[in-house]
């Protein structure tokens, strides 16, 4: 069960668009559960740059392709943003890490 990881990243003068927008994805993509758990849902830092967030969710074993395609359509509303990137990216859990090469996990 990997972790899909997604970083966002806007200009702040873009926030009142991201906030308008949310809404509006909020309301076609409301939580399921039956992909995994949101373990981040949303953490919110800004620097000089603008506003970054990020999400983590732990997927649920053959479910890693329907949660990828749902975060790259959630993410891909927002694209009408100005100045909005983003990435989405699996990572391995300690277990999975350690199994791929032939050891378990300490503990």
């Keep these: 069960m990997p972790y899909l990881v997604s970083f966002v990243r806007w200009p702040s003068e873009s926030t009142v668009e991201m906030v308008k927008k949310a809404i509006e994805v909020n309301k076609k993509f409301p939580p399921d559960d ?4 949101d373990l981040v849902p ?14 983590v969710s732990l997927v649920k074993e053959g479910k890693l392709g329907e ?5 790259r359509s959630i993410a891909n ?25 032939g050891q378990t996990p300490p503990g």
């Design 77 to 101: 509303m927002y694209l009408t943003v100005p100045g909005f990137k983003y990435s989405i990216e699996t990572w391995a859990t300690l277990e999975e890490a350690y199994t791929s090469i």
């Design 42 to 55: 949303n953490a919110i830092n800004s620097d000089m740059d603008g506003i970054k967030s990020l999400s």
């Design 67 to 71: 949660a990828i395609l749902r975060s």
């Design 34 to 37: 039956s992909l995994g758990e």
